[in-house]
């Protein structure tokens, strides 16, 4: 059991508000203009965005396609279903909006 104390409630509620006004607007625009929803890069950058020891590793088709609400033979993404993956997964204690973006920015020099 973590001995983190539980962000629950109205705290939650704002950060995840912030956390969305503040990387909305870059994933979209990632998506769209720069790599135009090429799935490849999209699970690059998931799974770049795994915590841990999991950091990098590549995340298995079938629970990114379930991550992302594919079917299994899709090869592009939306930035909205990236968004929503994205979000769903975000740790209050570890991650913040400077953490997702800099792995965003660092999927433009990979």
């Known amino acids: 059991?973590?001995?983190?104390?539980?962000?629950?409630?109205?705290?939650?509620?704002?950060?995840?508000?912030a956390m969305?006004?503040?990387?909305?607007l870059p994933i979209e625009e990632w998506v769209d203009k720069k790599i135009?929803?090429?799935?490849?890069?999209?699970a690059k950058f998931l799974?770049?965005?795994?915590p841990g020891e999991d950091k990098?590793?590549?995340?298995?088709?079938?629970?990114?396609?379930?991550?992302?609400?594919?079917t299994p033979s899709a090869t592009k993404c939306s930035w909205q279903l990236l968004l929503e993956a994205v979000e769903a997964n975000l740790d209050p204690h570890v991650d913040t909006a400077e953490s997702v973006l800099a792995i965003l920015k660092e999927q433009d020099t990979s």
């Open 47 to 50: 799974a770049d965005l795994q």
């Open 1 to 17: 059991m973590s001995t983190a104390k539980k962000i629950t409630g109205g705290k939650l509620v704002k950060y995840v508000k």
């Open 20 to 24: 969305h006004k503040d990387i909305s």
């Open 36 to 42: 135009q929803g090429d799935l490849a890069k999209i």
């Open 56 to 70: 990098g590793k590549p995340i298995p088709q079938q629970k990114l396609c379930v991550m992302l609400k594919l």
